[in-house]
């Protein structure tokens, strides 16, 4: 493995990915029934689902963002009541 610990998370996700598609799928990306065509239809789906869920992520941190301003607001109010 490597001294570097995050290189060592990736690949052993990589791993226990493989393990999963080769039990949902039974096979492995070694096989030979798929057309170039299908290759990239795969690809270009995974990257579209990968775009919704950063999209997702994304609409979270503006709620939190959101609410932090709100937080910061409340305080800054509050500091300004006890001035008087």
């Known amino acids: 493995m490597s001294e570097d610990q995050i290189v060592n998370e990736v690949v052993k996700k990589y791993l226990q990915r493989s393990a999963v598609g080769i039990q949902k799928y039974g096979t492995t990306l070694d096989r030979n029934d798929l057309s170039i065509e299908d290759w990239l ?38 500091r300004n009541y006890h001035i008087r």
């Open 41 to 78: 239809t795969h690809l270009q789906e995974e990257l579209m689902d990968a775009t919704l869920y950063l999209e997702r992520l994304r609409k979270e941190i503006r709620k939190i963002t959101e609410k932090e301003d709100e937080i910061l607001l409340d305080s800054e109010t509050l």
